[in-house]
Nanobody, 116 residues
Framework: QVQLVESGGGLVQPGGSLRLSCAAS????????MGWYRQAPGKQRELVAR???????NYADSVKGRFTISGDSAENTVYLQMNSLKPEDTAVYYCNAEASGNQHYWGQGTQVTVSS
Protein backbone atom coordinates (compact mmCIF):
# COMPACT_ATOMS: atom_id res chain seq x y z
CA GLN A 1 0.00 0.00 0.00
CA VAL A 2 1.42 3.36 -1.05
CA GLN A 3 1.28 6.21 1.44
CA LEU A 4 1.80 9.88 0.67
CA VAL A 5 2.15 12.28 3.58
CA GLU A 6 2.02 16.02 2.96
CA SER A 7 3.36 18.70 5.26
CA GLY A 8 4.32 22.36 5.18
CA GLY A 9 0.98 24.07 4.83
CA GLY A 10 -0.07 27.00 6.97
CA LEU A 11 -1.08 30.64 7.08
CA VAL A 12 1.04 33.14 5.16
CA GLN A 13 0.64 36.76 4.14
CA PRO A 14 0.27 37.75 0.48
CA GLY A 15 3.66 37.86 -1.17
CA GLY A 16 5.05 35.27 1.21
CA SER A 17 6.44 31.80 0.60
CA LEU A 18 5.80 28.24 1.72
CA ARG A 19 7.35 24.90 0.85
CA LEU A 20 5.15 21.84 0.79
CA SER A 21 6.59 18.35 1.16
CA CYS A 22 5.16 15.01 0.08
CA ALA A 23 6.90 12.01 1.59
CA ALA A 24 6.25 8.73 -0.23
CA SER A 25 6.42 5.26 1.33
CA UNK A 26 8.43 3.97 -1.64
CA UNK A 27 10.90 5.27 -4.18
CA UNK A 28 9.54 8.19 -6.16
CA UNK A 29 11.13 6.60 -9.24
CA UNK A 30 8.62 3.77 -8.92
CA UNK A 31 5.92 6.20 -10.04
CA UNK A 32 5.30 7.39 -13.58
CA UNK A 33 5.00 10.91 -12.23
CA MET A 34 4.03 12.83 -9.13
CA GLY A 35 2.24 16.08 -8.68
CA TRP A 36 0.40 18.60 -6.58
CA TYR A 37 -3.26 19.44 -6.92
CA ARG A 38 -5.36 21.92 -4.98
CA GLN A 39 -9.00 22.38 -4.14
CA ALA A 40 -10.51 25.64 -2.96
CA PRO A 41 -13.94 25.77 -1.27
CA GLY A 42 -16.71 25.36 -3.81
CA LYS A 43 -14.28 24.60 -6.64
CA GLN A 44 -13.06 21.50 -8.40
CA ARG A 45 -9.70 20.00 -7.67
CA GLU A 46 -7.14 21.35 -10.13
CA LEU A 47 -3.62 20.50 -11.19
CA VAL A 48 -0.92 22.80 -9.83
CA ALA A 49 2.29 21.11 -10.97
CA ARG A 50 3.59 17.70 -12.01
CA UNK A 51 7.04 16.16 -12.34
CA UNK A 52 7.79 13.11 -14.47
CA UNK A 53 10.23 10.46 -13.29
CA UNK A 54 12.65 11.71 -15.96
CA UNK A 55 12.50 15.21 -14.50
CA UNK A 56 10.24 17.07 -16.90
CA UNK A 57 7.75 19.37 -15.26
CA ASN A 58 4.55 21.17 -16.11
CA TYR A 59 2.60 23.86 -14.29
CA ALA A 60 -0.80 25.44 -14.27
CA ASP A 61 -0.69 28.84 -15.96
CA SER A 62 -1.78 30.50 -12.73
CA VAL A 63 1.37 29.43 -10.89
CA LYS A 64 4.03 29.58 -13.61
CA GLY A 65 7.01 31.64 -12.50
CA ARG A 66 5.95 31.49 -8.84
CA PHE A 67 5.87 27.77 -7.95
CA THR A 68 8.57 25.15 -8.45
CA ILE A 69 8.14 21.39 -8.14
CA SER A 70 11.15 19.19 -7.42
CA GLY A 71 11.99 15.71 -6.20
CA ASP A 72 14.58 14.24 -3.86
CA SER A 73 15.06 10.55 -4.58
CA ALA A 74 17.21 10.02 -1.50
CA GLU A 75 14.36 11.25 0.71
CA ASN A 76 11.53 9.80 -1.45
CA THR A 77 10.03 13.26 -1.26
CA VAL A 78 8.52 15.71 -3.72
CA TYR A 79 8.46 19.39 -2.89
CA LEU A 80 6.43 22.37 -4.01
CA GLN A 81 8.15 25.69 -3.42
CA MET A 82 5.55 28.44 -3.52
CA ASN A 83 6.66 32.06 -3.78
CA SER A 84 4.78 35.33 -4.24
CA LEU A 85 1.67 33.73 -2.81
CA LYS A 86 -1.70 35.31 -3.53
CA PRO A 87 -5.04 35.01 -1.71
CA GLU A 88 -6.35 33.00 -4.66
CA ASP A 89 -3.74 30.32 -3.89
CA THR A 90 -5.70 29.50 -0.74
CA ALA A 91 -6.78 25.86 -0.93
CA VAL A 92 -6.16 22.37 0.36
CA TYR A 93 -3.13 21.04 -1.48
CA TYR A 94 -2.95 17.33 -2.27
CA CYS A 95 -0.02 15.22 -3.35
CA ASN A 96 -0.66 12.71 -6.11
CA ALA A 97 1.37 9.82 -7.50
CA GLU A 98 0.60 7.94 -10.69
CA ALA A 99 1.81 4.35 -10.98
CA SER A 100 1.67 1.92 -13.88
CA GLY A 101 -1.77 0.90 -15.01
CA ASN A 102 -3.05 4.43 -14.42
CA GLN A 103 -3.18 3.85 -10.66
CA HIS A 104 -3.38 7.04 -8.65
CA TYR A 105 -2.56 7.58 -5.01
CA TRP A 106 -3.45 10.63 -2.93
CA GLY A 107 -2.24 12.18 0.27
CA GLN A 108 -4.55 13.50 2.97
CA GLY A 109 -4.05 17.15 1.99
CA THR A 110 -2.53 20.17 3.67
CA GLN A 111 -4.23 23.55 4.08
CA VAL A 112 -2.61 26.65 2.62
CA THR A 113 -4.17 29.97 3.57
CA VAL A 114 -2.92 33.24 2.11
CA SER A 115 -4.34 36.17 3.99
CA SER A 116 -3.31 39.40 5.65
Amino acid sequence: QVQLVESGGGLVQPGGSLRLSCAASKSIFSFYDMGWYRQAPGKQRELVARIHRLGTTNYADSVKGRFTISGDSAENTVYLQMNSLKPEDTAVYYCNAEASGNQHYWGQGTQVTVSS
